[in-house]
């Protein structure tokens, strides 16, 4: 079983910029970062695949976020700009256990972090 620990939530104010970085203690292919505000369905915000050259991205954040992978230190980062007041959420990280193609819904993934809390404010 694959371990995902989630870090750089925080609170900061609209038009900042924020790095969400997520470890995985295993072999992982696909990994990426789901949200999820309250009162509101978990919604897709990015993903990668496992050799880090096909990433997708939600409409909502398209040209404001950034996802990369470190390999070296087996981690996902999600370089986060322009935020705004609706990128509030909890976001978790998300890993496959298998090589497939990039998913954008949440039954693509086997693994998932206790989620980072992001917050921005007005």
């Known amino acids: 079983q694959v371990q995902l620990v989630e870090s750089g939530g925080g609170l900061v104010q609209a038009g900042d910029s924020l790095r969400l970085s997520c470890a995985a203690s295993g072999r992982t292919y696909t990994m990426g970062w789901f949200r999820q505000a309250p009162g509101k369905e978990r919604e897709f915000v990015s993903a990668?695949?496992?050799?880090?050259?096909?990433?997708y991205y939600g409409d909502s954040v398209k040209d404001r976020f950034l996802i990369f992978r470190d390999f070296g230190k087996n981690t996902v980062k999600l370089e986060m700009s322009s935020l705004k007041p609706e990128d509030t959420a909890l976001y978790y990280c998300v890993a496959a256990s298998r090589r497939t193609e990039v998913s954008m819904t949440t039954n693509g993934y086997d693994y998932w972090g206790q989620g980072t809390q992001v917050t921005v404010s007005s």
């Open positions: 990668i695949n496992w050799s880090g050259d096909v990433a």
